[in-house]
């Protein structure tokens, strides 16, 4: 008989028992239905993997791989694997939407550090025509393409919102709303990409605070 046991309010397990499952070695992988054992869980929470550098690539077929490519040229998310079951990155818990997680991962965790980097080491770029391939159930990839410009219009910052079988509009309208309204950020430029089921809001800025337009001398 199954039996429903809380766990400090935090997640919800459900199973039967059964003999100990062997693959099973920490908390992030409880995402997964682990034979012999029917295992399902409902979390309230982050999802963090990528930030707490826990995720493990997987074989691209029945769980995630993602690579991040980072050149003065381009960054480049791609994530192979399921649509769902798995929760790697996401501010709030599901595992529905696998393969969209992957935009947080590049934007917000890779490709914006990597523009504070390129700028101070004299790198000057701005974002091109960003494009996104999508095949259901197999891949996600996001390609953002660097262009070579001059320091007074290099950007420093990139986020995005965006929804995997919804836009994530209103969403979107707040955060770019919010950014927009400070002083202290340049807005340099907005792209929206869409490919298949999965909707992408981008901008793009320069934090003027931390990266005053310096002054040409004479």
Request: a positive charge.
């Amino acid at each position: 008989m199954n039996k429903l046991l809380p766990i400090l309010s935090i997640s919800i397990i459900i199973f039967c028992f059964c003999n100990n499952p062997k693959n099973l070695k920490d908390d992030s992988e409880l995402d997964s239905i682990i034979s012999p054992i029917r295992l399902i869980e409902v979390k309230e929470g982050r999802c963090d993997q990528w930030k707490n550098k826990t995720f493990v690539s997987g074989d691209g077929i029945n769980s995630p791989k993602i690579i991040i490519t980072k050149t003065p040229y381009k960054i480049e998310g791609l994530y192979e694997g399921p649509d769902k079951g798995w929760c790697i990155q996401r501010a709030k818990y599901s595992s529905n939407d696998s393969p969209h997680q992957l935009a947080g991962i590049t934007v917000f965790y890779e490709a914006a550090p990597y523009l504070k980097y390129l700028y101070k080491k004299g790198t000057y770029v701005t974002i091109g025509k960003i494009t996104m391939k999508r095949l259901i159930d197999k891949m996600f990839k996001i390609t953002i393409p660097l262009n070579s410009t001059t320091e007074n219009k290099a950007i420093t910052n990139i986020n995005e919102r965006g929804g995997m079988g919804h836009t994530a509009k209103n969403i979107y309208k707040i955060f770019a709303d919010g950014i927009k309204n400070k002083s202290s950020m340049q807005l340099i430029g907005e792209q929206t990409v869409n490919s298949e089921d999965i909707t992408e809001h981008f901008i793009y800025w320069r934090d003027i605070s931390d990266f005053p337009i310096q002054k040409k001398t004479k």
